[in-house]
T-cell receptor, first 111, second 116 residues
Framework: SQKIEQNSEALNIQEGKTATLTCNYT??????LQWYRQDPGRGPVFLLL?????KEKRKERLKVTFDTTLKQSLFHITASQPADSATYLC??????????FGSGTRLSIRP | SAVISQKPSRDICQRGTSLTIQCQVD?????MFWYRQQPGQSLTLIAT?????????ESGFVIDKFPISRPNLTFSTLTVSNMSPEDSSIYLC?????????????FGEGSWLTVV
């Protein structure tokens, strides 16, 4: 069955460092991969989308890579700030409208 | 993008009662989706709400427990019926915006239900 794994349930890093989150998947050939941010008690907010034929996508301090051979995506936040603390969700989509989500990684940035 | 409003945002419900969650979108959309996210878990799709037809439910979810209405292209409701503590969860309404680069889901703020 299709499976998405995000590297760890929680990640704690020092402010100013680069946070790197991992998303691995099996038994799936997504057309695109997305990352969302979710704050406690709130709905997820879309951050970035990267297609299967793209290796890297950037948006301000965010960078996403997508390796379809390794079946892995890396999500980087550079110069991290305490305001970046949240849960980050990886999601995979195909040409259909259905998207499947990972369980998320809770990121904490300490001052 | 799409702006989605949900209400209630939060509620505490008695066991055995039912609660209806409303979802309003600022533009017309063909399909609306209802997700559930239990504490510490990933998002799980409950059903797809299509305007003018019955909702399509995912495995493990049934209409009697989660009746859905979709009276027009900007509005939908989800009812959680005969609630038990296991139904305590965030319920999220969402729509898909299709672009040439792929489909992006936009979510409402969610409705946090606690069943006591």
């Amino acid at each position: 069955s299709q499976k998405i794994e995000q590297n760890s349930e929680a990640l704690n890093i020092q402010e100013g460092k680069t946070a790197t989150l991992t998303c691995n998947y099996t038994n799936y050939s997504p057309a695109y991969l997305q990352w969302y941010r979710q704050d406690p008690g709130r709905g997820p907010v879309f951050l970035l989308l990267i297609r299967e034929n793209e290796k890297e996508k950037r948006k301000e301090r965010l960078k996403v890579t997508f390796d379809t051979t390794l079946k892995q995506s890396l999500f980087h936040i550079t110069a991290s700030q305490p305001a970046d603390s949240a849960t980050y969700l990886c999601a995979l989509g195909s040409s259909a409208s259905k998207i499947i989500f990972g369980s998320g990684t809770r990121l904490s940035i300490r001052p | 993008s799409a702006v989605i409003s949900q209400k209630p945002s939060r509620d505490i419900c008695q066991r055995g009662t039912s609660l209806t969650i409303q979802c309003q979108v600022d533009s017309q959309v063909t399909m609306m989706f209802w997700y559930r996210q239990q504490p510490g878990q990933s998002l799980t799709l409950i059903a797809t709400a299509n305007q003018g037809s019955e909702a399509t439910y995912e495995s493990g979810f049934v209409i009697d427990k989660f009746p859905i209405s979709r009276p027009n292209l900007t509005f939908s409701t989800l009812t959680v019926s005969n609630m038990s503590p296991e139904d305590s969860s965030i319920y999220l309404c969402s729509v898909v915006v299709s672009r040439s680069t792929g489909n992006t889901i936009y979510f409402g703020e969610g409705s946090w239900l606690t069943v006591v």
